[in-house]
């Protein structure tokens, strides 16, 4: 028998004699590991009873023991019964016993919107199945299927369950999974750990208004972009329409996380019109827009707004057109006074000579011409024109030196 356990044996009483059995009664030499059970207090001529011997122990080993059973007969007024058995140690409960083989799972950095598998293996070292439920704690873009969430597992058995990681911002995740088996609720904790990769594209200013700006003219402004994201950003700006009176610089950037970089939006109107358009921005991780308007406002045209000439004999304002009388052999200087104009610039005419250029055009809003003798060697008339380009057409201004003689 084993310990905190019985075990019955029957033994049978007869009377062989001519007279009722009576006054039954027993003693145990060792009755503290067993007991009788229905003993008759008679037993008639030729009959019999059978009695209950327990064996009850209670630690292990061989045990010995003798029975006297003792009656009212004249012969054998008692009887000794031997008596034996060996108490066993009781067998341990069946019990589960599960286990992971890793607590901490660490996932590779991983884009935004891709997943990745990982496994964590449970296994029963027990003798006894084990009802398992697993639960997430905090998610965080971590899951696992429907079907490993709860599941029995067998004695001396092992199962993987899959944890995917799928990440939905720049961001480090974490994740926590308790795992709760057996029927005292036991709990393992299994920690999920990864990150995020995206670019995120912040248009700083998604809108630029250029205003009025004139037929010819340009006006430069820039459009500012941020990455927010946690990778480099690659942008490739492309206008959604025509893109006329409007120029992109650069068309393309790539922006480190956390930096700011620039596109240089250049608004010429050609025409007087309004414009619009929509600079479409496309990178890795999405697409934004910046929205550009502006309008083109009609050139005024070009004008000299007067001429001095200036020597040691005559100085003064003088229109286009007059002649001055100009002594030979005496230096002078013509300075015009421009408006709107793109460049200007002299020529010198001389009466039967073809045309010469004194100056190159240049940029500005006014020019001199300074020259030590005016006639260089003509005996006539010279004249001088000062040519004004605007963005409209051109205008020119004539003065005419008659020689004189002093």
């Known amino acids: 028998s084993t310990e905190s356990t019985t075990k019955d044996l029957i033994l049978t009483i007869g009377n062989g004699g001519n007279a009722a059995l009576k006054n039954l ?50 012969i054998h007024p008692s009887v000794v019964v031997a008596l034996s058995g060996t108490g066993v140690a009781p067998a341990p409960p069946q019990e589960a016993n599960v286990s992971v083989d890793q607590t901490l799972i660490l996932y590779d950095s991983l884009a935004v919107g891709s997943t990745n598998v990982k496994s964590v ?90 205003g009025q700006v004139q037929k010819g003219q340009n006006s430069v402004k820039e459009a500012e972009f941020r990455n927010i994201g946690n990778i480099d950003l690659h942008l490739s ?45 496309q990178y890795n ?40 009388q100009f002594p030979p052999n005496t230096a002078v200087t013509f300075t015009a006074t421009v408006e709107n104009a793109i460049s200007v610039g002299w020529t010198r005419i001389y009466n039967s000579s073809p045309l010469e250029e004194v100056t190159q055009p240049i940029p500005g809003s006014s020019t001199s011409l300074s020259l030590s003798d005016p006639f260089a060697g003509s005996t006539g008339v010279v004249k001088f024109q000062c040519m004004a380009q605007g963005s409209t057409g051109a205008v020119i201004f004539t003065v005419t030196l008659q020689r004189i003689s002093l």
């Open 285 to 324: 991780g999405g697409f934004g827009t910046v929205s550009l308007t502006g309008n083109g406002t009609p050139a005024p045209p070009v004008n000299i707004s007067f001429v001095t000439i200036s020597s040691a004999v005559v100085n003064k304002s003088v229109n286009s057109g007059e002649t001055i």
């Open 121 to 210: 293996v449970l296994s029963n070292n027990g003798d006894a199945s084990a009802d398992v439920a697993i639960s997430p704690q905090t998610s965080d873009g971590f899951s696992i299927s429907s079907s490993d969430a709860s599941f029995i597992l067998a004695p001396h058995s092992s199962r993987s369950v899959l944890i995917t990681f799928t990440p939905t911002a720049p961001l480090g995740s974490y994740g926590v999974f308790t795992i709760i088996w057996g029927p005292e609720s036991k709990t393992i904790t299994v920690n999920c750990i990864g990150t995020g990769l995206a670019a995120i594209l912040n248009v700083v200013n998604p809108s630029l208004s250029f």
């Open 237 to 281: 700006a492309t206008f959604a329409g025509s893109g006329a009176g409007f120029l992109l610089n650069p068309s393309s950037l790539t922006i480190a996380p956390g930096a700011t970089a620039v596109i240089q939006i250049t608004f010429a109107p050609a025409t007087v019109n309004s414009f619009s358009e929509t600079v479409s921005v």
């Open 25 to 74: 009664a027993t003693v145990f030499s060792r009755n503290e590991f067993f007991r009788i059970s229905n003993l008759p207090d008679s037993i008639l001529v030729g009959g019999s009873a059978d009695v209950t011997v327990r064996f009850d122990p209670s630690a292990a080993g061989s045990i010995t023991a003798q029975l006297t059973i003792m009656s009212n007969d004249p």
